[in-house]
């Protein structure tokens, strides 16, 4: 999987994690969702544990099971969060998914 990147929201703010779940180029097949999804579950708990108020989920666009898995967990695993597409400007069309936790 690409990487993470942290940046700063604005000066004196909490920072915004994004998580890149593409993975590298031939990595793909049966058992591609599956790490994605672990990957995620992985991140997501260890934002929730860190308190952070906001995390980015970068999955692409593709044809958009990533995505749907992403979003039934989250639905069914973190109630206290809610979630929306990322903004259009950074991250294009329906690419990535933007979680906000709640306390």
Do not use: W
Request: glycine share 14%; charged share 25%.
């Amino acid at each position: 999987m690409k990487g993470n990147r942290t940046y700063r929201v604005a000066a004196g703010r909490a920072t915004l994690r994004e998580v890149d779940l593409h993975l590298p180029s031939g990595r793909g097949g049966p058992v591609a969702i599956d790490r994605q999804l672990a990957r995620f579950r992985g991140e997501m708990n260890s934002a929730v544990r860190a308190g952070m108020p906001e995390i980015v989920f970068i999955h692409g666009v593709g044809t958009g099971k990533l995505k749907e898995e992403i979003r039934r967990i989250l639905a069914a695993e973190y109630p206290g969060c809610s979630y929306q597409d990322a903004p259009f400007s950074r991250y294009g069309f329906g690419g990535a998914t933007l979680v906000t936790i709640k306390k």
